[in-house]
C-alpha cells in the first residue's frame, strides 16, 4: 500500500500569512492526489484534485502543486475561516489512502 | 442538489456487527459515473478509508479492514450500507459516506471524494 506523510503535523499561523503544507508519498502516484480541510465536527471538503485543480466554489487562494511523490498545499493569505486540519489523499491506486492531517491554529 | 445521509444504531457492543446505511437522494445511486465509499475517523485521528461500491456491487475493501468489512448497495432504494462484525472499542468511530467521482484533466481522468454525508458517531461499547 501507498503511504502518505504530511508536514508540519500542526501549524500557528496569524490571518493574512501564507501557509504551505507539503504531502510526501511513499511511491509516485503521478498527479492522483487530493486535498480536504475539515473543521471540527464536520465533514471532510474537497479543495484541490489532481494535485493542483481547484474545485469548484474553492477560493483562488488555495492552491496546490506537485507531482511524483512531493505535493505541496498553499493557502496565499490565510483568512479566519481557514483555521481547519487539512488531509491529502492518493487515488492512484487502492487502498485510497489519507495523509495523517495538518492542522493549521490561531496564532 | 445531491446529498448523502448516514443512519444507523449509534451504540453497538463488542463483538457485534455494526451496521449502517448511506441514503442518497438528488441523484441516482445508479449513474455510471460513480463510486460510493466508506470513511471512518475514531476521535481525535485521521480520516481511514473502509471501503467503495459500485452500483452493479462491485467492491473494493481496505485490506486492514477487508476480513470484517462487507458493504453492499440497494439500487431500489438508492441506498448502500456498511456492515463491520466483531467490533471492539477501536471501531468507535464518526462514520462517514462519500461520493468518489472523476474529472478529465488534460489527458488523464482523476478521481476524488467530492460529496459527503454528515457523519454518524458510533460507540463501541457494553
Known amino acids: 500500500d501507498i503511504q502518505l506523510t504530511q508536514s508540519p503535523s500542526f501549524l500557528s499561523a496569524s490571518v493574512g500569512d501564507r501557509v504551505t503544507i507539503t504531502c510526501r508519498a511513499s511511491q509516485g502516484i503521478s498527479s492522483y492526489l487530493a486535498w480536504y480541510q475539515q473543521k471540527p465536527g464536520k465533514a471532510p471538503k474537497l479543495l484541490i484534485y489532481?494535485?493542483?485543480t481547484l474545485q469548484s466554489g474553492v477560493p483562488s487562494r488555495f492552491s496546490g502543486s506537485g507531482s511524483g511523490t512531493e505535493f505541496t498545499l498553499t493557502i496565499s493569505s490565510l483568512q479566519p475561516e481557514d483555521f481547519a486540519t487539512y488531509y491529502c489523499q492518493q487515488l492512484n491506486s487502492y487502498p485510497p489512502v489519507f495523509g495523517p492531517g495538518t492542522k493549521v491554529d490561531i496564532k | 442538489q445531491l446529498q448523502l445521509q448516514e443512519s444507523g444504531p449509534g451504540l453497538v457492543k463488542p463483538s457485534e456487527t455494526l451496521s449502517l446505511t448511506c441514503t442518497v437522494s438528488?441523484?441516482?445511486?445508479?449513474?455510471?459515473?460513480?463510486?460510493w465509499g466508506w470513511i471512518r475517523q475514531p476521535p481525535g485521528k485521521g480520516l481511514e478509508w473502509i471501503g467503495s461500491i459500485y452500483y452493479s456491487g462491485s467492491t473494493y475493501y481496505n485490506p486492514s479492514l477487508k476480513s470484517r468489512v462487507t458493504i453492499s448497495v440497494d439500487t431500489s432504494k438508492n441506498q448502500f450500507s456498511l456492515k463491520l462484525s466483531s467490533v471492539t472499542a477501536a471501531d468507535t468511530a464518526v462514520y462517514y459516506c462519500?461520493?468518489?467521482?472523476?474529472?478529465?484533466?488534460?489527458?488523464?481522468?482523476?478521481?476524488?471524494?467530492?460529496?459527503w454525508g454528515k457523519g454518524t458517531t458510533v460507540t463501541v461499547s457494553s
Open positions: 462519500a461520493r468518489r467521482t472523476g474529472d478529465r484533466v488534460e489527458t488523464y481522468y482523476y478521481y476524488y471524494m467530492d460529496v
Open positions: 438528488g441523484g441516482s445511486i445508479s449513474s455510471s459515473s460513480y463510486y
Open positions: 489532481a494535485a493542483s
